[in-house]
């Protein structure tokens, strides 16, 4: 999606928005490996983050760049001062991640803190579910129905006593909706309507499959030289701390969907440089998108009940598999919008919920709890919308100074649901009666995971691969 929206404004070509996804595909299966093998070890999919839209969007709107007439050249421009903001902006999360510094901050994180930050984490992203499903009702409603029906409905239906519908109700639906929309396409159903519903709606109006080569490898500097401006890359900065935070409610969710403990502090932080790592890659790639933990997948987690990482990392396998043979990448590609906002309908209200299930652990009959949580998930929402409907309207964001990089950071930072929720969430928990309500936090369960030896499950679940504990020891 992130591309489909932002090649076509940087002057790219179909070719172009091709190779994007590719590079994209490409880069981010390789994060996933890396987080898996050597990150937080939790089975996690890396993807492309949104956080990153504004300050991008800001760099493709610079002057300097909109004056190139060429449309090839404005592109290859763009994608290059992109490209040099996020090499510069990754230092943040690598910094703040191998030298430990987020693995301080996290310990003011509390189950009670926690809660805005990892609801918000599905539900901040409400405006991709049934809007976007409303698009192409005809599709969207069916997969919707379908995608309920398989994974919760019929999940006990065993097949030599594989639980067949529950594990793959996902893929099962999509290529049954999918079917669906080409006999919509092919009989001529979309023939006569909008534009706007057949871009929506067709199968073969993404022009992914025909421009698409068989085979292509990303590779470092595709695009040229990165080009690098002190503005682009301050705005950008402001992005990296989003996906940093929105990270790390995903990785505490992936943590209590796969049954694990939750991730110790310095397994956090160490998870988070890794983070920087891959957006130093996207960066060199060229990929238009940093890269946060996949909050769809995190879902999945949950629909599906498979909490193997080895699953995980076969997938990124197929990830970089399907980017370099990029016909076959193109026709995944090309399935409506509507299918995955379908899936997303369920899939970020899961990880809602899982947010929701650690007010388990406080105490939800003490005002100052309920105060905290309240005003943390309503600003949380009703912020971002704010901002949002304030851009739609003006065309820039309410932070309008004549300082760019201010106002992109700014912005940025606002548009976020769990950043704001977790600027509010953990001020207030940790300002507001905190000396006398540890348990009413839910601190004294939270504790014992926060180091290594906390627990004794810690070394199964985080533990590096190929004996490298003996090199970088847990703290």
């Not at 421009?77 to 910094?95: D, T, Y």
């Not at 192409?136 to 919707?144: D, K, N, R, S, T």
């Not at 300002?431 to 199964?460: C, H, I, V």
Request: hydrophobic fraction near 45%; proline fraction near 6%; include cysteine.
């Amino acid at each position: 999606m992130i591309p489909t929206f932002l090649v076509p404004l940087m002057g790219g070509d179909h070719g172009d928005k091709v190779r994007v996804v590719q590079t994209l595909l490409f880069v981010q299966g390789i994060n996933t490996l890396i987080q898996t093998l050597f990150g937080t070890r939790l089975p996690t999919v890396i993807g492309g983050s949104y956080a990153f839209m504004v300050p991008i969007m800001s760099i493709i709107h610079d002057p300097a760049l909109t004056r190139i007439e060429d449309d090839h050249l404005r592109f290859l421009s763009s994608m290059r001062a992109v490209q040099g903001a996020l090499i510069v902006s990754s230092s943040i999360q690598i910094i703040l991640g191998y030298s430990q510094l987020w693995a301080i901050c996290s310990r003011f994180f509390s189950p009670l803190g926690m809660v805005p930050v990892i609801s918000l984490l599905g539900f901040g992203l409400f405006d991709r579910g049934f809007p976007v499903v409303g698009r192409c009702v005809e599709i969207g409603v069916p997969m919707l129905i379908l995608f309920v029906t398989f994974s919760q409905y019929l999940k006990n239906f065993h097949f030599r006593q594989l639980p067949v519908l529950e594990r793959f109700a996902l893929l099962i639906s999509v290529t049954v909706i999918w079917a669906y929309a080409h006999l919509l396409t092919a009989s001529g159903a979309y023939k006569h309507r909008p534009d706007l519903t057949q871009g929506n709606c067709r199968t073969d109006r993404a022009y992914l499959i025909s421009a698409a080569p068989w085979i292509k490898i990303p590779y470092p500097l595709q695009w040229g030289a990165p080009t690098f401006d002190a503005g682009h890359c301050f705005g950008m900065m402001a992005a990296v701390i989003v996906s940093l935070i929105e990270s790390t409610g995903g990785y505490k969710a992936a943590s209590r969907l796969a049954s694990a403990t939750p991730p110790p502090a310095h397994v956090l932080s160490r998870g988070i440089g890794w983070q920087g790592i891959g957006i130093l890659l996207s960066g060199m790639f060229g990929t238009l998108s940093g890269c946060t933990v996949s909050a769809e997948n995190v879902g999945l987690l949950g629909s599906t009940r498979v909490g193997s990482r080895r699953v995980i990392q076969i997938a990124a396998g197929f990830m970089i598999f399907f980017s370099i043979l990029g016909k076959f990448g193109a026709l995944f590609a090309s399935i409506p919008f509507p299918i995955f906002a379908a899936l997303y309908c369920v899939l970020f209200g899961l990880v809602a919920s899982v947010g929701l299930s650690f007010l388990q652990f406080t105490n939800m009959n003490s005002m100052r709890n309920l105060f905290i949580v309240g005003v943390a998930l309503f600003l949380g929402l009703s912020i971002p919308e704010y901002f949002r409907e304030y851009t739609s309207k003006a065309y820039h964001g309410p932070s309008h100074t004549k300082a760019g990089w201010f106002n992109d950071f700014l912005n940025t930072i606002f548009f976020s649901s769990p950043t704001v929720a977790l600027i509010v969430g953990v001020f207030l928990d940790n300002t507001l009666d905190y000396k006398d309500s540890a348990r009413d936090r839910g601190m004294p369960w939270w504790a014992k995971f926060r180091s290594f030896q906390g627990d004794s499950r810690n070394e199964e679940f985080y533990t590096l691969p190929f004996n490298l504990n003996r090199f970088f020891p847990p703290s």
